[in-house]
């Protein structure tokens, strides 16, 4: 039973800058797909960004691509979202989850393992 913690969230002045990570109970962070969602109050959960086991290639969605990098820390053996300028907008709790590397990406219900999420406020 794989275990996620994310780490790295709170409170930020819009146009600043936030870290967030995602910390797994074993090594299934070099053997899974991960990927960050976030979810808004009064909201849906939505896709913002992935890394594949296969060749740690990434992917982004288009709307916050000049904003967010996700990298993966195997040192530390976590998974981590750097967001940059930072808007009211991306108020939200973030998760982290893992699957198998396997299909796509960006589908919520191909992940089976979540953590608890990291609440991210961006104040004006």
């Known amino acids: 039973q794989v275990q996620l913690a994310e780490s790295g969230g709170g409170l930020v002045q819009a146009g600043g800058s936030m870290r967030l990570s995602c910390a797994a109970s074993?090594?299934?962070?070099?053997?899974?797909?991960m990927a960050w969602f976030r979810q808004a109050p009064g909201k849906g959960r939505y896709f913002i960004a992935a890394?594949?086991?296969?060749?740690?290639?990434?992917y982004v969605i288009d709307s916050v691509r000049d904003r967010v990098t996700i990298s993966r820390d195997t040192a530390r053996n976590t998974v981590d979202l750097q967001m940059n300028n930072l808007k009211l907008e991306d108020t939200a709790v973030y998760f982290c989850?893992?699957?198998?590397?396997?299909?796509?990406?960006?589908?919520?219900?191909?992940?089976?393992?979540w953590g608890q999420g990291t609440q991210v406020t961006v104040s004006s």
């Open positions: 890394i594949r086991y296969s060749d740690s290639s990434t």
């Open positions: 074993d090594r299934s962070l070099e053997t899974y797909d």
């Open positions: 989850a893992a699957k198998p590397p396997i299909h796509g990406l960006d589908k919520s219900t191909r992940y089976g393992y």
